[in-house]
């Protein structure tokens, strides 16, 4: 969820709670005078299906649309941040519309590697609203000069495998504040079994060694593995790339989402 959009939230709740009560004086203020009288909405709701609320949801929906559509019409339909990630080459993007996972591919000698992530990690408003506080008091008192990093923390997962074998490594990360931290890290013996999503594929996962949690390790090979994985790509640039453009993708879902709804509603 966009900073934006968690702002003008937290304002309509309150708004909303405002209007409310209003609204509620005002009804029974014109229920004691008599003035009420009772409407058949029936009429222009069968346009829009058989309930009653069609309208008025179609309307919000619209009017939540074109608020949305209106606060991106400046903006570029790629952001430099992307233009620049793609113009790296390393990393290639498989980005499919109305999905939540988003997955990065690229080639390291013999080797493919496959990270995926998926923006339903994002927690927007708390942390948006948290890193703003967090700026306003180094802002306020100067005791602090390094830069708050509007990250969410993001769950990724990293497959390797290699064609000389069948093997294959799987890498549990967490993604947050500029750094993946390792969960842990798991070797399949049937290189398949990283990545395959069928029932069968499952079952077998079930029965195999995990690996141990990555931080009992021994420093040293921690160390090591950190930098097996920095030589890859999975460094610092890119634990900043995949927040960033999860945010992105979220707010992009997010318009899809309206239109889909707002499509069936008034279908």
């Known amino acids: 969820m966009s900073a934006i959009r968690a702002l003008r939230q937290l304002t309509t709740a309150s ?3 405002a209007v409310l009560r209003s609204t509620s004086a005002g009804v029974r203020a014109r229920s004691v005078s008599g003035l009420m009288s009772p409407r058949a909405f029936s009429v222009s709701a069968r ?7 069609d309208v008025a949801l179609s309307n919000k929906l619209q009017e939540e649309l074109k608020y949305e559509k209106e606060s991106m019409v400046d903006l570029p339909k790629e952001p430099e941040f992307l233009q620049g990630f793609k113009a790296q080459g390393r990393w290639q993007i498989e980005d499919t519309p109305l999905h939540d996972e988003v997955t990065l591919t690229r080639k390291f ?15 927007g408003e708390q942390e948006d609203f948290d890193n703003e506080a967090a700026s306003e008091e180094n ?10 990093l509007n990250t969410y923390p993001i769950r990724a997962s990293l497959t390797v495998t290699k064609s000389s074998t069948p093997g294959s490594l799987a890498v549990d990360m967490m993604c947050q504040e500029g750094q993946f931290v390792i ?10 079994l990283a990545s395959d999503l069928t029932a069968e594929a499952d ?8 690996g141990p949690q990555f931080d009992t390790l021994d420093i040293g090979l921690q160390e090591e593995f ?23 993708k979220e707010q992009g879902e997010y318009v899809r989402w309206l239109e889909g709804v707002k499509g069936f509603v008034d279908a």
């Open 203 to 210: 079952w077998k996962r079930r029965g195999i060694y995990m």
């Open 109 to 123: 000698g013999n080797e493919n590697l496959r990270l995926t992530f998926s923006i339903v990690d994002i927690r």
């Open 15 to 17: 708004s909303r709670a």
């Open 139 to 148: 802002d306020e008192d100067g005791s602090q000069e390094e830069e708050v």
């Open 226 to 248: 950190d930098k097996f994985l920095q030589e890859r790509g999975i460094d610092q640039s890119l634990a900043l790339f995949i927040p960033e453009f999860a945010e992105f």
């Open 183 to 192: 969960d842990n890290i798991t070797y399949y013996q049937e290189g398949s």
């Open 47 to 53: 346009s829009f299906g058989q309930g009653t609320a």
